[in-house]
């Protein structure tokens, strides 16, 4: 019998891996998308006289309107303001407004003041700058696939081959498919459609395979623990099925009790310190 204590005492504070921080590749693909148009609005830094010189360059060169959002930090096509002089949307994607009305957008917003000090250098190192907080964003939902990505390592280290016999985020009517066996005490006679992270198909037995990570509490967290427990219950009912789950993170710590409840009635619940301890080669047969 395992101890419910000191195995959550080695659950990880974060499983956060080299890539989560920045997405640079993703970064480096969207500025190289306005490359041209931001080289073209270059010519305005340290301008003594911008907002004629704004006018002429947007006159020849429209599309490089389309920059001006990022350089807010803005994902949309489209900014909305007002103040005393009025309410205003002004589209990025087809001028919407006259481009003496852009002059005001940039002077009110600050990007003339920008420009024409000298404050940056280069509108493309800008540009790579402000998409690389905006990227920040992104943190969470890549946090959501680390620990399915910690997991689908140790798999392969087992040397269980994807396609073959391991397999990504399959559901319940395709595992039925695959491999023609009832699934329906876990999917509600057909109601309900459940989606595994992961399913590992041996010789004896289909693994099913749910995965996940918790850094904060929550009552998110005690739902899944009494959902996970659930669906033991219904897959110790179905001959040649077992159901493993994976998960690990300090916001446990906060819902330890339902997270214990699981526990004692699950036999296959296993953290991070569990799979470097070797426990797929131990329970994937």
Excluded at 49 to 61: A, D, M, P, S
Excluded at 142 to 170: Q, S, T
């Amino acid at each position: 019998m395992r101890d419910f204590n000191a195995w959550l005492s080695t659950f990880r504070a974060s499983i956060a891996d080299y890539g989560y921080y920045v997405d640079f590749p993703k970064i480096y693909k969207n500025v190289e998308k306005i490359k041209v148009e931001l080289n073209i609005l270059n010519s305005l830094i340290g301008s003594k006289n911008i907002e004629e010189e704004f006018i002429q360059l947007v006159g020849k060169y429209p599309e490089t309107l389309k920059c001006i959002p990022l350089l807010l930090a803005v994902r949309t096509n489209e900014i909305y303001a007002i103040d005393g002089d009025g309410e205003f949307t002004y589209s990025f994607k087809e001028a919407n407004q006259t481009i003496e009305q852009y002059c005001v957008f940039m002077r009110k917003t600050g990007l003339f003041e920008l420009l024409e000090k000298h404050i940056i250098n280069n509108l493309y190192d800008y540009a790579t700058g402000v998409e690389t907080g905006l990227d920040s964003n992104g943190r969470k939902n890549r946090g959501g696939h680390l620990m399915e990505n910690v997991v689908e390592d140790y798999i392969k280290k087992a040397g269980f081959i994807k396609d073959e016999n391991y397999f990504k985020e399959m559901y319940i009517h395709q595992i039925t498919e695959k491999w023609d066996i009832d699934l329906s005490a876990i999917s509600n006679t057909g109601k309900t459609e459940k989606r595994f992270d992961y399913v590992i198909k041996t010789d004896n037995q289909i693994y099913v395979i749910e995965t996940n990570c918790y850094t904060s509490g929550g009552s998110k967290l005690n739902e899944t623990a009494r959902s996970y427990k659930q669906i033991s219950q219904e897959v110790d009912t179905i001959d040649g099925v077992t159901f493993v789950w994976f998960t690990d993170g300090a916001g446990w710590t906060s819902a330890r009790h339902n997270l214990e409840e699981t526990f004692d009635i699950m036999p296959h619940i296993y953290n991070i310190n569990d799979l470097e301890n070797g426990i797929i080669k131990e329970v994937f047969k």
